[in-house]
């Protein structure tokens, strides 16, 4: 099992930026994928985008082109920056990892309020 604590959240204007942060705890563990979610209140938690260990990010429609995903392998730490903030990005986000001895090969993070002032 590994840790995964999360930063970067809170209040943000719409159109300005937030940069999130996600870092597992361990050494020498080899985690595949990570990313993350997001819940809004009364919605699904729905994906938001995710990066594969070789750096292959995956983006939903809503997002491209306003939100990066990287991480730093060594660090073993994933990173949302979000540009261009609408008010529908207003939720809670969960950073995940997929990693072999998570239950259900996915741990997740406490999750990070984000809020978008129009």
């Known amino acids: 099992q590994v840790q995964l604590v999360e930063s970067g959240g809170g209040f943000g204007e719409a159109g300005g930026s937030l940069r999130l942060s996600c870092a597992a705890s361990?050494?020498?563990?080899?985690?595949?994928?990570m990313g993350w979610y997001r819940q809004a209140p009364g919605k699904r938690r729905e994906l938001v985008a995710s990066?594969?260990?070789?750096?292959?990010?995956y983006y939903i429609d809503a997002v491209k082109g306003r939100f990066t995903i990287s991480r730093d392998n060594a660090k073993n730490t994933v990173y949302l920056q979000m540009n261009s903030l609408k008010p529908e990005d207003a939720a809670v986000y969960y950073c995940?990892?997929?990693?072999?001895?998570?239950?259900?090969?996915?741990?997740w993070g406490q999750g990070t309020q984000v809020t978008v002032s129009s």
């Open positions: 361990g050494s020498k563990i080899s985690i595949d994928a």
């Open positions: 995940y990892a997929e990693y072999y001895y998570c239950a259900g090969n996915i741990c």
């Open positions: 990066i594969s260990s070789g750096g292959t990010a």
